[in-house]
């Protein structure tokens, strides 16, 4: 829970933009979405912090594979994100900082780091730059994993264990030498570009300060990304990055994870280019709860589909029935543990009853139209 009285901060992993908004994407994002919103329903100030991987290595991999531009395949996927975002009714984070735009932040960090003696070259043809940190202090509290367990994870997740001239296996790239044919970038510590982690630190730290309430992101971020991240900060200023570290769980389809490696893809967009109402989306995403894989299917829609319709017409029609006991028993749900399968199904309650009883309770219609449009993010009307 935020620490101080009326204000909350959250920073949330954002999209390495090379391709679609996918249904994980929507998933993670709505899911830090209803956080958001029930923070603001408890009274919080929120500060939300978003930021985009416009540099790093499957970026460039696929603009040089189908010869386009990094810059413009970077610019036209996350135009495409923020419209996705918009229509799902997620609302904006404030600052929403690029890397590209974050360089002297990300370089400020490291020169701090490098006067810490927490990073340190390697002495071959491309001497890049790694952070060693303290691996035994801490490390390991944010994904409670074991060291051989970690080894294994950091080289499935972009790790290079077996780059010869590391001090540690586990140490993390945190600038890299200019190769090339690569972009890159002048800086103190030579001609490169930021590692992946010390890109989060870095726009996490100087826009929230340390330690702020939550880092949020995928599961699959929650190492070495995040592990990372929280380590990296330490190093820096004796301080946690954040108090709590949440995750959201892994959508698939067909029984493997949703990625953009994998190619296995249900986008956002082509949804909504097929003529689906966002909310019916946003509706399936929700019915989830945020901690429990599950795999998008055919009923999974038709059921939200299904569900708006019902909503949809309760918000239409007159009712006899008050709306308050409903909200409570909803804010319960979301304040709780996020259960936003339970609020729904609190809703269809509500909905059924409503819908087979007219009468002449406006304002608790109204009271339920606008209730779902703040907590929810759905509007059904
Ligand atoms: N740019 C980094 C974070 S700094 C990144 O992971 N980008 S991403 O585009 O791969 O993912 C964006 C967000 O969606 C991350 O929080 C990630 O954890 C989440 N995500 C990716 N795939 C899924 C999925 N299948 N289900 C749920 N969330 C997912
Ligand atoms: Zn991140």
Redesign the pocket.
Known sequence: MPSEQRRASIY??????YDAT????G???VTFDVVNRVWRDCGFEVDYVQ???DL?D?LFERAAATGVDWRGLADSETQLFRSDMEALRVIAPEPYLSVSESLGRIEELLVHLREKGQIYQINDEYPDWYFCGDHQDDFGGVSHLNPEQMLAVFAERGGDPDRTGKRHRLDALVWRQARDGEPSWESSLGRGRPG?HI??TAIASSTLGVPFDVQ??????CFP?HEFCQAQARAATGKPLARTFI??????LDGS????SEGNLVKVSQLLGQGLDPMAVRLALLAHHYRSDWSWDGKVLAQAVNRLARWREAAMGTTSVDFSTTADQVRSHLRQDLRSDHALETIDRWVESSIASAGDHAGSRSHMIDFTDALLGVTVT
């Open positions: 949330v992993c954002g999209i390495t933009p996918h249904l994980g994407h998933f993670t994002y930021n985009l991987t790093d499957p992946w890109q989060c949020g992101g995928g599961s699959d971020l990304h995750h959201s769980a892994m959508v698939g994870k949703m990625s953009k």
